[in-house]
Structures are given as structure tokens and as C-alpha cells.
């Protein structure tokens, strides 16, 4: 198994931009993505393929990759993006390991 | 529209059994790998297990293995997780959640069900 670090909270302004990195070894290997997830609700999918977007997602939302790290960036951030976001990992090719992050509370001041 | 609706959690005590079922509507269920993925209270998301889309292809995280089976009944869209042996640590919401078609993340989501294994 594999681990992949988040930092636990980022704080910003509204309208500023938000930075939530994910790194692990694996990484360069793997497509990264990331979910959301506000208080009682399960978790949506909000980057895909490290920086590919599902439809009905806001276009301030936005990923990407290098090396170990990948980053969930959040452009003009809103009241409503204050949540939790988790990053996660797959690798199919033996014994299917999932993984996620331990999880950034984002909030917005 | 899609959607996955977990049942049967509960208050369980420490060396009991639950079986969890989710039910899916709105797709295609056989076409569809499924997984469980759990959070414990206030921490966050684990992975749990992992069926294929006929279930012949079963994978556990090793915190579950030996100690919980994944199925499904693709006449009931249909899937299941017999929980047997719990523990205090598996006290968490556990979630239903669809992999993507021939992807690596999941794409929908159940709403989850709490498992509290507690004296």
C-alpha cells in the first residue's frame, strides 16, 4: 500500500485562491482525483484524471500535476466551497489498491 | 438519475454481524463495478472493498479481510457487505459508491449508513 499526504486546513478570503496539494510517491504513476464533501453529505467528485473536470462543476475549480504532487486549485474561492476535500489514488495493475488522503478542511474566512 | 441507497447499518456489539445492502436504480447495475468505502466518525475516508461487475473480481483493504464479504445480485441491482467480527474501529459511515465506467474514481455516491459497534 501507498500513502497520500494533504495538509489538514487552508484558510483563505473569499475571492482569493485556494491551493490544496496531495503529494505521494505514486503520483507519476497514477491519475490523481479529488472530492468534496461539506458536513453530513457524501462526498462529489470534483477534478478528475488530475485536472479533468466533471460537467456541473464551476470552472474555478481546476488540477493539476507534477511529480509527486498534485494540486486542487480553487480560483475565486465562495462561501460555499468551505468543505473538506480528499484526494485519492488507484492502482488496478496487482492488487487493486485504493487510496485516499487524509482530507484538507478548506475554510473560508 | 442515478441513485444508490444503503441500508441496515445499526448499533452492533463488539464481535457481532451486519449485513449492509445498497440498492441501485437510474443505470445499469451489472455493467458496473462497485466499491464500499467508509469514514469513521470525524476522520476520513477508507477504502473497504472493491467487486467487479459480474463480482467475480473481489478485492479488501487489509483492515477488513477475513472479516468481511462483499457481494451483489445483479437481478436486485443489488450490493452487499456481511460484516462479521466487527470492532470498535469499524464504527463508521459506510458508503456505496459506483467506479466510474472503466475509470479509477468513483462517480456516484449513496447518502451512507452508520455502523456503531459499541457495548
Known amino acids: 500500500s501507498y500513502e497520500l499526504t494533504q495538509p489538514p486546513s487552508v484558510s483563505v478570503s473569499p475571492g482569493q485562491t485556494a491551493r490544496i496539494t496531495c503529494s505521494g510517491d505514486a503520483l507519476p504513476k497514477q491519475y490523481a482525483y479529488w472530492y468534496q464533501q461539506k458536513p453530513g453529505q457524501a462526498p462529489v467528485l470534483v477534478i478528475y484524471?488530475?485536472?479533468e473536470r466533471p460537467s456541473g462543476i464551476p470552472e474555478r475549480f481546476s488540477g493539476s500535476s507534477s511529480g509527486t504532487t498534485v494540486t486542487l486549485t480553487i480560483s475565486g474561492v465562495q462561501a460555499e466551497d468551505e468543505a473538506d476535500y480528499y484526494c485519492?489514488?488507484?492502482?488496478?495493475?496487482?492488487?487493486?489498491?485504493?487510496?485516499f488522503g487524509g482530507g484538507t478542511k478548506l475554510t473560508v474566512l | 438519475e442515478v441513485q444508490l441507497v444503503e441500508s441496515g447499518g445499526g448499533l452492533v456489539q463488539p464481535g457481532g454481524s451486519l449485513r449492509l445492502s445498497c440498492a441501485a436504480s437510474?443505470?445499469?447495475?451489472?455493467?458496473?463495478?462497485m466499491n464500499w468505502v467508509r469514514q469513521a466518525p470525524g476522520k476520513g475516508l477508507e477504502w473497504v472493498s472493491y467487486i467487479s461487475s459480474s463480482g467475480s473480481t473481489i478485492y479488501y483493504a487489509d483492515s477488513v479481510k477475513g472479516r468481511f464479504t462483499i457481494s451483489r445480485d445483479n437481478a436486485k441491482n443489488s450490493l452487499y457487505l456481511q460484516m462479521n467480527s466487527l470492532r470498535a474501529e469499524d464504527t463508521a459511515v459506510y458508503y456505496c459508491?459506483?467506479?466510474?465506467?472503466?475509470?479509477?474514481?468513483?462517480?456516484?455516491w449513496g447518502q451512507g449508513t452508520l455502523v456503531t459497534v459499541s457495548s
Open positions: 459508491a459506483r467506479v466510474a465506467w472503466l475509470q479509477l474514481f468513483l462517480d456516484y
Open positions: 437510474g443505470f445499469t447495475f451489472s455493467s458496473y463495478e
Open positions: 484524471k488530475d485536472s
Open positions: 485519492q489514488s488507484a492502482d488496478s495493475s496487482g492488487t487493486y489498491d485504493w487510496v
